[in-house]
C-alpha cells in the first residue's frame, strides 16, 4: 500500500457510504457499500484477515479508493446496485452471491396488494422500487417496516380468514373484512413515502391523525398511532430508506463532467433518456427514463405508444412533443437534460418537436455502436464553448469533429463497443478523464433501450394473443376481453372447461370456441382425465 493511499485511508468517515476500488490507470474494479466506510474499506488491507483468493487478487490491484458518504445502510445499498450497473466492475461479477438485482413490488390498485420482492420487474401495471443489491438488506428493512405498516405479502385462493400474521400485527386482515381496501392502501401509501425517503411528512401526518382521534376520544386507535409514531421515529435508528435527493451530486463525477461538458449552470439533476422499439413499423412505442442525481429513478419511468410506421424520426419527435405538452410539463416538470438515443437524426426531430413546443432545454443525443456523444452547434440549448475548445485542443483520450451543424464528441478516442447497446469499451492505450460520462452515459442509453423493448414486447404479446381470438366467430372486443379477464391468459382460456365458457360467454358461443381452440390441445388418454395444453411458440 501507498503512502498516499494509507494518508487517504486515515481521512476515511464513519458514516454509512459506498466506496470505490481503483486499479493503476485508475479504473473502477469494485463498488461497495458499508454501514460504517471507516471499518470496511479498512478491512481490505488487514494483512491478519483471512480472504479467499478471488479477495486476494482484488486487493493486490487497488491502488487508489473514493468514497461518496450517504444518510443510512439502505440509501447505500440502493446506491451501490446503481453504481455497479453503471461502471460493471469486473470483481463485482467476480465476488457477488445474489444472481440479479433485486426490487420491491407493490400492486396497490389491485383488489388484494400485496407486498413482495423479485428480480424480475414485469410491466404488469404494480409499482417497482429499486434494484437493490443485496436482497437479504431489502427483507430485513421490509421485516422492520411490516411491524410499522402492516401488508399481506401473497393471497391464497380461496382463503376467506385471516391468517397467523394478522393475529401477530403483520397483515392488515383483508380476507375477512378486517380492515377496509381504502384504509389498507392508505396504509400502504404511507409505506410507500417512508421507502422513497419522506418519512418525516410520514411522522407528521401520523402525529395529525392521532391527535384527532385523541381528541375524538378514539383513544384504542390514538394508542395504535402512538405506538406507530414511536417506531417510524426509531426507524432512523435502525435500517430506513433514505431519499435520492440527498445524494450528495457534487460527488459523482459524471455529473461534474457533463456539467463542464456542456457548460449547464449546475449539475443535472433530472436527466431523462428516450428511445423508440419497434418491428418494422408495427407496436410502434417509445420510452422515457428518468434519473435522478444520477441515479434511476423509476417511479418516474413513462412509456408512450405512438403512430404506427417505420419511422424513427417521426416517431421521436411524435415522443417529445407530447411529452412537452402543457398537462405532462405540469405533472413531470421539466428535466435538467434530454439524452436521446439516436444520432443527429433523431435528434434534429427532437429538437424540432422542443422548438414547436417553445421548450428550451438542454437536449444531446447519444449515438449507436461508436457511443458518441452528438450536439447541435446551436440548437442543443447548451454552451458549445468548452466542445469547441476540446476541438482545437484535442484532450487525451477524446476526439472531437464537425459534421454540418453537429458536433460528434468521442470521449472514449481509440475505444470501441463489440456492438450496439454494449455495456464495456474495449481496446486503447490512453486512459480519458471522461470514463464516469461515458459510464453514465451508457447506463441512461442502456436503461431506456431495456425499458422501450420491454414495453414493445408486452404489446406484441399481447397482439398474437388477441389474434388468435380475431379469427374465431362471434368474439368480439368486448367478448375478448372478458375471456383474458376472466381466465388471465389466452392458456387459461383454451384449458376453461366447457360449462366454465359456457358462464362467461353462453352455451352458442362457448360450442364455437371450443370447435376453433381444439386444435390448441392435446389430450392426454388418462385415469383422471388431464389435460396438456401445446400452443405455438409465439404464444
Known amino acids: ?122 410491466d404488469d401495471g404494480a409499482r417497482y422500487f429499486g434494484p437493490y443489491f443485496s436482497l437479504y438488506g431489502v427483507k430485513q428493512a421490509l421485516k422492520l417496516l411490516r411491524r410499522i405498516f402492516p401488508y399481506a405479502t401473497r393471497r391464497v385462493a380461496g382463503n376467506r380468514r385471516a391468517g397467523l400474521d394478522y393475529h401477530l400485527g403483520l397483515d392488515p386482515g383483508i380476507e375477512e373484512g378486517k380492515t377496509s381496501l381504502d384504509d389498507y392502501r392508505a396504509n400502504l401509501r404511507k409505506l410507500i413515502a417512508v ?48 431519499d435520492k435527493e440527498f445524494l450528495d451530486i457534487s460527488k459523482d463525477q459524471a455529473l461534474m463532467q457533463l456539467q463542464q461538458l456542456l457548460r449547464l449552470p449546475e449539475p443535472p439533476k433530472r436527466i431523462e433518456g428516450y428511445d423508440i422499439s419497434h418491428m418494422s413499423g408495427t407496436n410502434v412505442v417509445a420510452s422515457m427514463v428518468v434519473f435522478t442525481n444520477g441515479v434511476s429513478n423509476k417511479s418516474e419511468y413513462r412509456k408512450f405508444k405512438t403512430s404506427e410506421r417505420n419511422d424513427d424520426y417521426g416517431n421521436m419527435r411524435e415522443t417529445i412533443t407530447r411529452r412537452f405538452s402543457e398537462k405532462n410539463r405540469k405533472a413531470w416538470g421539466l428535466p435538467s437534460l434530454v439524452l436521446i438515443d439516436g444520432g443527429a437524426g433523431q435528434l434534429g426531430a427532437s429538437i424540432a418537436a ?18 458518441e456523444l452528438v450536439v447541435h452547434k446551436t440548437e442543443s440549448c447548451v454552451d458549445v464553448s468548452f466542445i469547441e475548445t476540446l476541438y482545437n485542443r484535442q484532450s487525451p483520450g477524446v ?22 447497446h454494449s455495456k464495456n469499451l474495449r481496446g486503447g492505450t490512453t486512459a480519458s478523464t471522461y470514463t464516469d460520462t461515458v459510464k453514465l452515459i451508457q447506463r441512461i442509453r442502456d436503461e431506456s433501450h431495456r425499458f422501450a423493448v420491454s414495453y414493445h414486447t408486452t404489446l406484441k404479446r399481447r397482439q398474437q394473443t388477441a389474434s388468435m381470438l380475431d379469427e374465431i366467430p362471434t368474439i368480439g372486443p368486448a367478448t375478448r376481453k372478458k375471456l383474458i379477464r376472466t381466465f388471465g391468459s389466452m392458456r387459461g382460456v383454451v384449458q376453461a372447461r366447457e360449462f366454465e365458457l359456457i358462464k362467461v360467454v353462453g352455451e352458442k358461443r362457448a360450442t364455437i370456441l371450443r370447435q376453433y381452440l381444439r386444435p390448441l390441445r392435446r389430450v392426454n388418454q388418462t385415469d383422471d382425465n388431464k389435460k396438456d395444453v401445446d400452443f405455438p411458440s409465439a404464444v
Open 354 to 371: 422542443m422548438k414547436e413546443r417553445e421548450i428550451s432545454v438542454p437536449i444531446i443525443s447519444v449515438a449507436k455502436r461508436e457511443e
Open 1 to 122: 500500500m501507498s503512502d498516499e493511499l494509507k494518508e487517504k485511508l486515515s481521512k476515511l468517515p464513519k458514516e454509512p457510504g459506498v466506496y470505490f476500488h481503483k486499479d493503476a490507470s485508475g479504473e473502477i474494479i469494485y463498488v461497495g457499500k458499508a454501514a460504517v466506510l471507516r471499518n470496511r474499506v479498512r478491512q481490505y488491507f488487514q494483512a491478519s484477515r483471512s480472504r479467499d483468493p478471488k479477495t486476494e487478487a482484488l486487493v493486490a490491484e487497488i491502488v487508489d479508493t473514493d468514497w461518496m458518504v450517504v444518510e443510512s445502510e439502505l440509501e447505500a445499498l440502493f446506491l451501490e446496485a446503481e453504481m455497479i450497473r453503471r461502471y460493471m466492475p469486473r470483481y463485482n461479477i467476480l465476488l457477488r452471491d445474489d444472481k440479479a438485482l433485486s426490487y420491491i413490488r407493490i400492486d396497490i390498485d389491485s383488489d388484494f396488494p400485496t407486498v413482495s420482492t423479485t428480480r424480475r420487474p414485469l
Open 195 to 242: 421507502i422513497e425517503g419522506r418519512r418525516s411528512g410520514v411522522i407528521k401526518e401520523v402525529e395529525r391523525e392521532m391527535t384527532r382521534a385523541a381528541k375524538a376520544e378514539e383513544f384504542e386507535r390514538a394508542a395504535v398511532l402512538r405506538n406507530r409514531l414511536i417506531a417510524l421515529q426509531n426507524l432512523g435508528k435502525q435500517v430506513i430508506f433514505s
Open 399 to 420: 476526439e472531437v469533429r464537425e459534421e454540418g451543424d453537429y458536433y460528434i464528441v468521442n470521449l472514449h478516442a481509440g475505444q470501441s463497443n463489440a456492438g450496439s
